[in-house]
């Protein structure tokens, strides 16, 4: 019983105490409401606009400046003379619950007027910008009036003293600056009878139309003072360059100067209308076209004194070029002629040789033709410098066509002289090699050895017919050559390779005798070696065989004595 009572007693204590602590919390957090409300009802008195109300109050208002005014006037008056007394009164009614410690109802309370008080301050901070653009409005009105007025007379007495200058456009532009000026009278009536709000409105849209207009009477006033004097000097001095160029017998690809001058000062009349319909950016734009396309027909003009120029330098050397070329290909279709009696010219370069002819007389009559317009004063020198190039490079191919051709009929007789030199180095290398087959003293020669010698006997016979036949086909001799000799290094090749089977077949066999009583196999391998020896002239086959079995009775005997050939073969060169 005692526990429980003791328990029950620490709860009510810590009750209690939660209680007391609570209290102090939401206390603390009144006193805060209450600070920041008394500092934002101290600055309501103190940015008061009481002072700015009366002095707006002493001036003359009407229109929708005095409706809007006087309402906001009225909540001026209803937030501070009723609002504000009422909200410091509730203040001090909710302190004073707060020191009681009623902090649950003054909480409550103060966070209601803390709102009610931003509220109203937001109000208050308003209504004092809206009095301040007002007061500010109403003394610089008239100043900006004024500025306006003087402003307007400046660009009036601008514009009548440049009356000639702008041309057509000026009267657009007069028009353009009274319909801004007939509103000054409406501007100046609400400033004097007090609608400031309407009066700064019009007078700022006023100065940003006169501002435009200002900008938009220079911009016609610089283009059209130049536009008396920008193309005069050119088209005077392309005027003059025509006649230049009809001296100079220079004559032009279409559109000719006195076109495209035409058409230029129809352009120029057009940048006249565009000034008076005050357009300007679309000036400006054919203005620009304008001057690529006198800049153009001063490229051309240009590009034809200097083709003129480049013609007269290059009409001689390319007339001698015209001259070398045709005695080069007369001289060439001549060798030719007399080389085709003795050597087979290729048909390609008959054809080539042909062809350079024609091309050569064409690119001379062409020649001839322009030479005559020029003489005739009705050549464009532009397109003749382009014909002279054309044919310069034709000329060039044509020449390098004749050198190729020239330089392989050099090769024709250095060519047969080789095929020549050839069938004599060849005719006694293949009779060298059928005396080293007669020293053999052999029963026989295999028939693939026959064969491959009689082909390359052939082969030499018809080497040698290539060569004593007219005219000679130099190409034809090259082939040839090249197969024979290449057939005839296969033939020694052979020929060394039967010479060492024989060789050394003979030697096995003679070595063979110290086992053929012993070992039959020896004796059987002997006789059928000697066999392809003497009666099948196999000499490869005779030699592997016999070596097989002397392999079997002695290891590395056939080694040793092959060795010893090739050695003795190596000392004898």
Same mark, same amino acid.
């Given at each position: ?43 309501? +008195? ?108 400046? $660009? ?26 007939? +509103? ?76 495209? &001058? ?12 565009? &000034? ?28 034809? *004194? +200097? ?24 001289? &060439? ?5 007399? $080389? ?44 003749? *410098? ?58 026989? $020669? ?52 039967? *010479? ?8 096995? $066999? ?64």
């Amino acid at each position: 019983m005692l526990v429980v009572i003791i328990i029950v007693s620490i709860l009510i204590v810590l009750v209690i105490l939660a209680i007391v602590v609570g209290l102090f919390y939401f206390r603390k957090q009144n006193n805060d409401l209450i600070d920041q409300i008394t500092a934002r009802l101290d600055q309501f +008195r103190q940015n008061n606009v009481d002072e700015m109300i009366d002095q707006i109050s002493d001036t003359k208002l009407s229109g929708e400046t005095l409706a809007d005014f006087t309402q906001d006037k009225e909540k001026y008056v209803a937030i501070t003379k009723e609002q504000l007394p009422k909200m410091e009164s509730q203040l001090i009614d909710y302190s004073e619950k707060n020191l009681n410690f009623q902090v649950g109802s003054a909480h409550h309370a103060l966070k209601q007027l803390a709102q009610q008080s931003l509220n109203q301050q937001e109000v208050l901070e308003h209504l004092r910008n809206t009095f301040s653009n007002l007061f500010d409005h109403i003394q610089k009105n008239q100043t900006a009036l004024e500025h306006i007025e003087a402003k307007s007379q400046k $660009l009036q007495n601008k514009l009548q003293t440049n009356m000639v200058h702008y041309q057509e456009a000026y009267a657009p532009l007069q028009n353009q600056l009274d319909e801004i000026t007939k +509103r000054l009278p409406t501007i100046k009536e609400l400033v004097v009878t007090g609608d400031a709000l309407k009066a700064h409105k019009l007078l700022e849209e006023t100065q940003v139309q006169l501002s435009k207009f200002q900008t938009e009477s220079e911009q016609v006033l610089q283009r059209s003072t130049g536009l008396e004097t920008d193309f005069k000097a050119e088209l005077k001095e392309l005027v003059s360059a025509e006649q230049k160029l009809n001296v100079a017998g220079i004559n032009m690809e279409d559109p000719q100067i006195d076109v495209e &001058l035409t058409e230029i000062k129809q352009q120029i009349k057009q940048l006249k209308d565009l &000034l008076a319909l005050l357009q300007i950016n679309q000036f400006d734009q054919l203005k620009m076209t304008i001057n690529e396309r006198i800049d153009y027909l001063y490229e051309r003009i240009a590009q034809e *004194w +200097r083709a003129q120029k480049k013609v007269q330098n290059a009409q001689l050397v390319l007339a001698d070029f015209i001259q070398h070329a045709q005695r080069q290909n007369r001289l &060439l279709l001549q060798n030719i002629n007399r $080389l085709g009696q003795h050597y087979i010219i290729k048909q390609e370069d008959q054809d080539v040789a042909i062809s350079c002819q024609q091309k050569i007389q064409q690119i001379s009559q062409n020649y001839q033709n322009l030479v005559k317009s020029i003489k005739q004063r009705q050549a464009i020198y532009s397109k003749v *410098w382009q014909e002279f190039q054309q044919a310069s490079q034709q000329l060039t191919e044509i020449e390098h066509q004749q050198q190729k051709i020239a330089a392989s009929f050099d090769g024709l007789r250095q060519g047969e002289n080789v095929g020549q030199d050839n069938l004599q180095q060849i005719s006694q290398q293949l009779r060298q090699l059928k005396h080293q087959i007669e020293v053999m003293r052999l029963p026989g $020669l295999p028939s693939k050895y026959q064969d491959n010698y009689q082909m390359v006997h052939d082969e030499v016979d018809k080497l040698a017919e290539l060569l004593a036949d007219k005219p000679v086909n130099v190409e034809e001799v090259t082939k040839q050559m090249f197969v024979t000799q290449e057939d005839l290094n296969n033939l020694k090749q052979q020929t060394k390779k039967l *010479w060492d089977d024989v060789q050394i077949a003979s030697r096995l $066999l003679q070595y063979s005798n110290r086992y053929v009583e012993e070992y039959p196999a020896v004796k059987q391998a002997a006789n059928k070696s000697q066999n392809l020896y003497d009666q099948k002239f196999n000499y490869q086959q005779a030699r592997e065989v016999i070596s097989q079995a002397l392999e079997q009775v002695e290891p590395g005997a056939v080694k040793r004595i092959s060795e010893l050939y090739y050695a003795e073969s190596e000392s004898q060169k």
